[in-house]
């Protein structure tokens, strides 16, 4: 019994710090990190129940929408690989009027 409480005192921080990063959005639960088949079942079910009636999952409704950061990260990856283009340009054609001038 000692033993199983000492497992179960060191394993709630790791749970406690799982569940946090599901709340904060870090890590998204997928249908495979339920447990007992009874309750896959029922996630199953509700699933299908859902995709007849046409109407969104609760899972798609929760989900954050990340769109905006990754537009403004493509957009500064761009802007980064112009003025490094321009950069090269600029030196090559410095090289080349420095050649030409000698």
Known sequence: ANKVVTLLTEHRTL?????DDVLVGRRVLTEKDFLGPKERERRRNLTYANKESATPTTDQE???????????MDQKLLEVRRI????????????AQDAAKN
């Open 15 to 19: 749970i406690q710090e799982e569940l």
């Open 84 to 95: 490094e283009t321009r950069k090269s340009l600029y030196k090559k054609r410095k090289e």
């Open 62 to 72: 929760g989900e954050k929408d990340y769109s905006r950061y990754f537009f403004a």
